[in-house]
T-cell receptor
């Protein structure tokens, strides 16, 4: 089963709003990653974080690797309709990558 | 190279039948992973290969499941005597094996057992 607790499960927002989602774990991870999955497709890597405390941006996306190495958050600024999808956090130690259950994002135009 | 390819994209089978899925990873990637994803959940690890060696298998991989990567390139995942509980999306991913590097996923094979 899932070892990562991701919240919220779903979000319904207006276009232009900012979004924040987070992920916590009882285990320490060396790498935190955020993926986006659209219907009928596999997850696509958005951001990878390699160091505790690291803050990384990718366009309108910003993610942070928690200092305890047990959590991470993802922010999306100024959301647009194409941000719709399911966002997954993942924690990785070597070849062991575990996923959260996902946050389903709906953006209303 | 266009990424990780999976075939077929969809498979509907009757309970008790055997099915086989294929994954072609990114050519220079030496590591290949199989995950299973059910509705409303994140991907769950099944097994992984480094080149042709299967190095780890999850407890989710029952005796009815077998995976191979005979020449260290493409991989197959076979499910024997399928059950309705096997219905899921089966995802393949590959990586270069660089420390902490993310995986590149394929589009998956959606299996429906009726």
């Amino acid at each position: 089963g899932q070892q990562l607790n991701q919240s919220p499960q779903s979000m319904f927002i207006q276009e232009g709003e900012d979004v924040s989602m987070n992920c916590t774990s009882s285990s320490i991870f060396n790498t935190w990653l955020w993926y986006k999955q659209e219907p009928g497709e596999g997850p696509v890597l958005l951001i990878a974080l390699y160091k505790a405390g690291e803050l990384t941006s990718n366009g309108r996306l910003t993610a942070q690797f928690g200092i305890t190495r047990k959590d991470s958050f993802l922010n999306i600024s100024a959301s647009i309709p194409s941000d719709v999808g399911i966002y997954f956090c993942a924690g990785q130690n070597n070849n062991d990558m575990r996923f959260g259950a996902g946050t389903r994002l709906t953006v209303k135009p | 190279d266009t990424g990780v390819s999976q075939d077929p994209r969809h498979k509907i089978t009757k309970r008790g039948q055997n099915v086989t899925f294929r994954c072609d990873p990114i050519s220079e990637h030496n590591r290949l992973y199989w995950y299973r994803q059910t509705l409303g959940q994140g991907p769950e690890f099944l097994t992984y290969f480094q080149n042709e060696a299967q190095l780890e298998k999850s407890r989710l991989l029952s005796d009815r499941f077998s995976a191979e990567r005979p020449k260290g390139s493409f991989s197959t995942l076979e499910i024997q005597r399928t059950e309705q509980g096997d219905s899921a999306m089966y995802l393949c991913a590959s990586s270069l094996g660089v420390w902490g590097g993310g995986y590149t996923f394929g589009s998956g094979t959606r299996l429906t057992v009726v």
